[in-house]
């Protein structure tokens, strides 16, 4: 903090979207300098719920050596859905479950696929005020009660920065999270 500014910088390993997560660190030591820096551990995860983080978390661990995992402490009784669909049928099935997800949650959804995928899969989903199509990184600080996510492996393939990038996207659901792949 300082006369006329204040920052809060997350330095959350696993969610860098720099391609060289040391380079990132490196460059904010230096942007830092020798200004007084006051670290805080973040424990406790009220975002998503345990269910949701489970399956982020290993996906974590996948991302980065020994990611510091919160704990989650809310539970849904729902678990993260996996469904894989023949890559003919890929977009119909985003289409039905982007549908079923507005039926089941009262907030807003996210459909989130790769950047080339995003006109193709915004062309077939509902029109819903509480609906967004986004590729991963636009995702980045943001949640919603439900997520879809398109093709998981291609998220991981597509990104600079591969598992951290699902990660990121995974931990945007608080409710609800279906992953639809070929």
């Known amino acids: 903090r300082g006369r006329t500014a204040s920052w809060t910088i997350v330095g959350d390993e696993a969610q860098s979207s720099w391609p060289d997560p040391t380079e990132s660190s490196a460059a904010r030591d230096d942007a830092l300098g020798s200004l007084p820096v006051h670290r805080f551990r973040l424990?406790?995860?009220?975002?998503?719920?345990?269910?949701?983080y489970e399956l982020a978390s290993r996906v974590a661990i996948r991302a980065i050596e020994h990611p510091d995992l919160a704990e989650a402490v809310r539970r849904t009784g729902v678990d993260p859905r996996h469904e894989v669909v023949p890559?003919?049928?890929?977009?119909?099935?985003?289409?039905?479950?982007?549908?079923?997800?507005?039926?089941?949650v009262e907030g807003t959804v996210a459909v989130v696929a790769s950047p080339s995928r995003v006109a193709r899969v915004a062309a077939v989903v509902p029109?819903?005020?509480?609906?967004?199509?986004?590729?991963?990184?636009?995702?980045?600080?943001?949640?919603?009660?439900?997520?879809?996510?398109?093709?998981?492996?291609?998220?991981?393939?597509?990104?600079?920065?591969?598992?951290?990038?699902?990660?990121?996207?995974?931990?945007?659901?608080?409710?609800?999270?279906?992953t639809v792949g070929a």
């Open 43 to 52: 424990s406790t995860n009220y975002r998503n719920s345990a269910e949701i």
């Open 87 to 104: 890559e003919a049928d890929l977009l119909e099935r985003v289409a039905a479950e982007t549908r079923t997800l507005l039926g089941l």
């Open 127 to 178: 029109a819903d005020d509480r609906l967004r199509v986004l590729d991963p990184l636009d995702t980045k600080g943001l949640e919603f009660d439900g997520v879809v996510l398109v093709d998981p492996d291609g998220i991981v393939a597509d990104a600079a920065s591969g598992w951290r990038t699902l990660y990121v996207v995974l931990t945007r659901a608080t409710q609800r999270l279906v």
